[in-house]
């Protein structure tokens, strides 16, 4: 206490007292603020994405690998979480670190920031702890002004250092001071027009000069202030620019779509700049150590002479190809590739490549830059690719003894593979190819066109699918992109924004294709003599960049060898069985083909739309007595017992799970006044009679109402021929093919263990009998379905008239959330983009709350018998994360569709590697 | 092993070994299967009803008191269980202890089974642990062949003999050997025909012999046997028969009403036939120690002189008063009272039943037959009352110390308040009174005339409330009147089936109403110049015995003193609290004046329906932009505040919980093309405009569409009007008028915590603009429906953003079975038949299944807040069950609808009593 009044006696200038000093510099030593890198030493290293981001960290671990990196420094992730916690400003702590930092930049280059002689130019660049392309804002040629301006000129050429100085201005100007950049284009366009010419490279060095003039003008035109001259003012405000950017809109939506959190922040890296736009003897490039499309071993890339890395990634001008083997045959003779044009650069470039694919152990996309002949590494990382290359790209470095089979496995994101198991266009089919474009992402899309983000979002809304055609994409296109079939551009190369973010959507993707002309007044395009307006139909193919006129018929992908043994590995290390959701043999000789292990969910309501059937179909519902339903039934009765050993055929030798009539009789209903007046004389009943036994099955609420066992309950005979209709026909394969056969009943819509007692005991019967009839012995089970809350709650009483549990994911989500599928996408969409829900959860399982009844469901299952066999069908069988959930609960099985059992597969392997 | 095998060797005639006899004896002394009573003293007493049964068990209590019980002997309920086990046999055991009994009942009388000169004869009755009225089987007058027969007519009178005898076969003929009744019964009108009489008084001794010859002959022709002429056989028979009738199918339903376990089983009491019907000095009755129907100390009752039993219960002979108390006016000089007629005998019962009530501590329902000037008492049991008897005999005996409070609340059952609280006739109501008979169940009722238990099944599955008129009733009707609103017969008394039924089951009955004459075949009966068919609406007022025409207004009840005293016990008890649903300053009231202590659901959109109101609210809804929207809401506000203002008034000091709007929003919409155009034009849009919102708004499944906290998300201002018209309204009472009022805001249908916090976050804005804009100081709570399983199961993170829970168990029922209450009816009622439910999941909470969710929902948000205030609302808050299971979660209350508030108080208190 004594202490306290003293201190506050002695005023506010008294020193802090020892201890609170030497907290101080202990906080301080414990969160160090930035970092250097330069002259072949870094402070950081790769390992350190946390703090420093993955660029920055990169960057520390190229310099230490002695690598030609310009110097420079990484302000830590922490500062930017600091920066936001203090109302958005830089701390003097940190500003007092930058400044240390670029003196030593400064001596390693011996340059310095203003110094009219030898001036010190920096780029301000942001880099989260994962790549998000393009998100956030950069700025580069900081520390241009009159003077330096004027050095810069005096070291290199006039028109270049104005040139420069105009892009820092406009760049900061949109960055950092918030101004439209058609402001300054405008300025540039006017200037054109009175000069008469029409290129930007018909301009002087004069011309950029008086260009940087109204430039300012403008600046403080619209800002009430002079633009800033002193480097260390535009230094503070571009690093303050940088970590705003963290926030910005499309930078929250694309953390959003990638589940990425906003607590992790982004780094600020300042370094200084190099030039690929000096003159003849620069150029600046983006490549990868491997084909980010193929996965060949192929050194890849592309790059421009005299420019700078945005005109390469901004897909303003369409580069060049980096080496020889990239060069299109026209090309031949052409020496346009960097190996040609740059040969002793190049030779660095692919030593130095070479080297970081070794070190990473892993593909790897890069930035370069040469300045006057010197190659200077900017960026390097792991490339995005297709799921194609991600396969290949995996086996192969295995075979080079890079990765191990398991790293392997963990190198192919699920969700990507989706790409190699949808169809592509059926080769055979007639297309009328109308333009074609560079093949940046592949697989085949229809859809109907649409020409920016927010149409397609209305578009797909309603239900349709859409192709998105654009000049160019940017991050504002994202969602629209997201939500796409396919995306057509006219204007960049396969290192675009378009092509980069579409590989990495797994969505079929054309670039590049200069052909076409869009009018966005008019909402068309043209090219050849075709004149394409919005929602007519398209079809692309990503793999040849073909563009084609209406809906294409498409073909099952063939898997390659590496695809094959990455699912050995695959089956190798993982302990959930994947078994499919399939209602026909064609859909189980697809998953077969696919390697599902059995059927974990038949359907058997499907197959009653048949045309063939859906009339004894209607008939059996709208029976008004017994007698009509049974002769009704004694007609489908034989199409399902075909139905059934067609299925067992497919599926011989693995469990096929059959699940009884599910969905409310009214599904089946005649929709006009003809059907309704077959099905009377089908019965040979009045139409007066059928339209009243109509009325009787409208329901207000059909996914709440008579459906599942329900109907089992009422009508007891349509699951007794169903029952019959299994048991016939496994009976039938047993005795004349010799098969083995386990039939696997299952009741739907199961909410208390009565039902299921009742239905059991009926099958059971049914069962018996047939068996007796048909004198061969053979065994089956009966199960439920665990789709309901009161089925998981009660799943202890329920087990015991149960040989097995099949959780059924989609109703359970309905009902746990109270959220019926087919009315919810009016304000489901809502939810997710006001962040209410984190993702929509009949996509991926919600696990706190649906999960959780699961848990509870299987837990008390397993209670009343440990060995109850549970799996669980839906969609949510084939997402990768509910897939995990599957795992750690120790189910035995996840039944999905049958071209999503590999990535089923793929999920069920990764998490047993990960858990 | 040897021993095994020796055993074996020397053959079944082996004596047991002394092991197995003592186990034997051990088994038997430990299960005793007959116990005797008769001369003064008895082996079992009043406490054994399990294995006695409640009749059995009181026979013995009676002879123990020294009241004259003719002498006889019970069999086991566990003999029962040990019959069906044994597949419907009688075991050699129990046989010959049967047979021992029999001989102390023969020497107790001095009279012998099958002796010609003194005939002991037998009556077989079934008695179950509880009371089931004319449920099961009984025999009377058995031990009667043609030896005992003529024997009997010796000693007494021929005609009695014979009556005695053809009775006795047609009695054990239609029980034991399952012959229609019908056979017997034309054959005696053959015989009344032929002698040209009418009434059975008119047949003399030798037409009965006769009789007694073609009622055997019938029996020979129909079974081809003989009718049994040896009473040992025929005792084995009637044993049997009554074990059997334990699972006929009125019992089975009647225990499925009643909720008795059918493994109880049934004893069988075996007793010396005493006659009420041997001549002038004989009679027999029923009676009541307290008046049944109105609870008054009353010694209240009915008899026939010259009667058997079955004449007064079954209400074919009308009976006369019991004493002179009884009688009506015009009979005041008539001596028609058995008061009158056998004074020794009245006196002697008086003495008895004063005994009875003051032993059991509870009014008694009595037996007693008169034969020969000698009073037996044949039964005593705990007499059914209605709930005015009910309140007012349990107060009464506080009063006369007999009983405690505590026991007086356990005499109550809760469900029976419903009688006194619901609303009777009008008195200023204008009846057209066309009939009047007796009031034998108070309340008034209202419905369609039906005539017979299935046409009330057809009814009111068709949502109708009909009025069951019937002849007489009978165990089969039991289904009918258990839904019908109320019941008519023709004949019967105050103790007939129909009367002691439905006062059991609370339901408004008048019996005995001979002026009607019922036509079965046109469905028609008439009363005076009326003429009423099926379906024409009928009013009973069961308090006065009218039958009135048409449909009459009726008035709240007033309740009684003896009911304000029992509430005060109840409240001194419960620990519960007990609010009501109330949408209306109406329905607060209503349930103020029946001690509500707040409202637990006010649901503001039932006000969006009053006429000035609903085209506001389609404005709304309608409104095709947010402008409109405002403007709408801007008109619903005032109405709002308006309506909340009233409700706080009534409710003054007590909380109000207001959940916001939750319906979808298509139930409000118009239904006509006109109602569409005066939208159209209050908006100012054409009318197509407004269709085609209109069909946006069409769901499939509305029950689990956009409703709830969801319509807040996607339509904040809503949200924003509601909570702003509940803040000023408190504001406004608490400036103007000083009044105290903490509102609880309440958001229905969260799913996800997200929703709450920020339905949560609004409120807290709209509120804390209008308490600045008013000037006031007011605190008010914002809370949440627990109505999905998705709540119950995060309900620990929804707890972060409540204030208060409240469970409402209709939603959370619906979502948790997947059933919708719209739709259910098609198929629920199966359902329970088929006991596959054991009772409407809507009516008494599913404590198993939605229970265990409301469990774990509780359980999670005490955990995050330990204080957090719990309750329920929805139908289940005023059903004895569920408020039982509330009380065991010590939830801090439940609300319901005003007029079960008391139901829900008496309930709790009767919860806490036992718990």
Redesign the interface.
């Known amino acids: 206490m004594a202490t306290k009044k003293s201190a506050k006696r002695t005023g506010k200038k008294t020193a802090p007292k020892k201890s609170t000093a030497k907290a101080a510099a202990k906080t301080k030593s414990t969160s160090k603020s930035v970092y250097f890198f330069g002259d072949g030493k870094a402070e950081g290293k790769g390992k350190m994405k946390e703090i420093l981001g993955g660029k920055g960290a990169n960057l520390a671990e190229m310099t230490n690998l002695g690598i030609p990196v310009p110097p420079g420094f990484t302000i830590t992730t922490s500062e930017c979480v600091n920066f936001y916690k203090k109302g958005k400003k830089l701390s003097p702590a940190l500003k007092k670190d930058v400044l240390a930092a670029l003196k030593r930049v400064e001596k390693a280059l011996g340059k310095s920031f203003n110094d009219p002689q030898n001036p010190l130019l920096v780029s301000v660049r942001s880099g989260a702890r994962v790549s998000m392309p393009g998100m956030m804002d950069t700025i580069l040629n900081l520390g241009l002004n009159d003077e330096t301006a004027a050095g810069l000129a005096e070291q290199s050429d006039e028109r270049f250092a104005y040139d420069s100085y105009r892009r820092f201005i406009q760049m900061y100007g949109n960055v950092v001071l918030g101004i439209d950049s058609a402001n300054f284009e405008h300025l540039l366009e006017d200037l054109k027009d009175s000069k008469g010419v029409s290129e930007d490279t018909q301009l002087k060095a004069a011309d950029w000069k008086k260009l940087v003039g109204l430039y300012k003008e403008k600046v403080l035109q619209l800002t009430g202030k002079e633009f800033p001259s002193d480097p260390m003012q535009q230094l503070w405000g571009a690093i303050s620019a940088v970590f705003d950017s963290w926030m910005n809109k499309r930078a929250i939506e694309y953390r959003r779509i990638n589940s990425i959190p906003a607590e992790w922040g982004t780094a600020v890296n300042v370094q200084a700049m190099v030039f690929g736009n000096m003159g003849d003897d620069c150029a600046t490039g983006v490549a990868f150590t491997r084909d980010p499309s193929t996965g060949d071993k192929i050194f890849f890339g592309e790059y421009l002479p005299n420019a700078q890395g945005e005109d390469v990634v901004a897909g303003i001008r369409t580069p060049y190809p980096i080496n020889k083997a990239g060069k299109k045959p026209q090309d031949k003779n052409n020496p346009i590739s960097m190996e040609e044009k740059f040969p002793k650069c190049y030779k660095q470039l692919v030593a130095i490549y070479k080297k970081l694919e070794k070190h990473y152990r892993d593909m790897q996309d890069i930035e370069f830059t040469v300045q006057e002949d010197k190659l200077w590494m900017l960026q390097t990382r792991n490339g995005k690719r297709t799921a194609r290359a991600a396969v290949k790209i995996a086996t192969d470095m295995v075979k080079e003894r890079l990765i191990n089979d398991k790293e392997a496995i963990l190198r192919i994101q699920p969700e990507q593979l989706d790409q190699l198991l949808h169809p592509t266009l059926d080769p055979a089919a007639s297309k009328e190819v109308i333009a074609h474009g560079l093949p940046a992402s592949p697989g085949a899309a229809t859809g109907q066109v649409v020409f920016s983000s927010e149409e397609a979002v209305e578009e797909v809304a309603k239900g349709r699918k859409v192709i998105l055609v654009r000049v160019e994409t940017s991050p504002e296109d994202i969602q629209g992109m997201n939500i796409s079939e396919g995306i057509l551009t006219v204007r960049g190369g396969m290192t675009s924004h378009a092509a980069v973010v579409a590989r990495g959507m797994g969505k079929c993707c054309v670039v590049g294709c200069g052909e076409i002309h869009i009018n966005p007044m008019t909402r068309r395009f043209s090219v050849g003599g075709h004149d394409i307006k919005q929602g007519d139909w398209l079809t692309l193919d990503g793999s040849t960049g073909e563009v084609i006129l209406g809906q294409v018929a498409t073909v099952k992908p063939e898997l390659s060898s590496d695809f094959g043994q990455l699912m050995k590995w695959v089956d190798k290390y993982r302990k959930l069985k994947v078994r499919t959701n399939a209602d026909t043999p064609l859909d189980a000789k697809t998953a077969r083909s696919f390697g599902a292990e059995g059927i974990g969910l038949c359907r058997t309501e499907h197959m009653f739309f048949a045309e063939d059937r859906i009339q004894a179909v209607r008939e059996m519902i709208l029976a008004t007595d017994h007698e009509g339903r049974e002769n009704a039934l004694a007609k489908i009765l034989p199409m399902q017992r075909g139905d059934f050993i067609k299925i067992f055929r497919e599926m011989k030798g693995f469990p096929v799970t059959i699940r009884l009539l599910d969905p409310p009789l009214h599904e089946f209903l005649p929709h006009t006044q003809e059907e309704l007046q077959s099905v009377a004389n089908g019965l040979g009943v009045p139409l007066s009679a059928i339209e009243e036994k109509y009325e009787?099955l409208k329901?207000?609420?059909?996914?709440?109402?008579?459906r599942g066992c329900?109907l089992g309950?009422?009508f007891p005979e349509i699951y007794d021929m169903q029952v019959r209709a299994i048991i016939e026909a496994a009976a039938e394969l047993i005795k004349k093919e010799g098969y083995k056969i386990k039939p696997e009943i299952m009741i739907p819509?199961v909410?208390?263990a009565?039902?299921l007692k009742?239905m059991r005991e009926n099958a059971v019967r049914v069962a018996e009998l047939v068996k007796k009839e048909k004198g061969v012995r053979l065994t089956y089970l009966v199960g439920t379905m665990i789709?309901?809350?009161?089925a998981a709650?009660?799943a202890d009483?329920i087990a015991e008239h149960a040989d097995f549990f099949s959780c059924g994911t989609n109703?359970l989500t309905?009902?746990?959330?109270?959220?019926?599928r087919?009315?919810?996408q009016?304000?489901l969409p809502?939810?997710v983009e006001?962040?209410?829900?984190p993702n929509d959860p009949f996509v991926s399982l919600?696990q706190?709350?649906?999960g959780?009844?699961i848990k509870i469901g299987v837990k008390k299952g397993h209670d009343t018998k440990p060995n109850l066999k549970i799996g669980i069908c839906g969609e949510h069988g084939g997402d990768p994360a509910s897939v995990e959930f599957c795992h750690k609960l120790d189910l035995n099985y996840v039944s999905c569709s049958p071209y999503r059992v590999p990535i089923a597969k793929l999920s069920a392997a990764i998490a047993a590697l990960r858990n």
């Open positions: 009787t329901e207000f609420n059909p996914m709440l109402g008579h329900r309950v009422s819509l909410g208390h009565n039902e009742l789709e309901l809350p009161r709650i009660t009483k109703d309905q009902t746990t959330f109270g959220l019926s087919d009315d919810s009016k304000f809502t939810y006001k962040k209410i829900l919600d706190c709350g649906v959780e009844l």
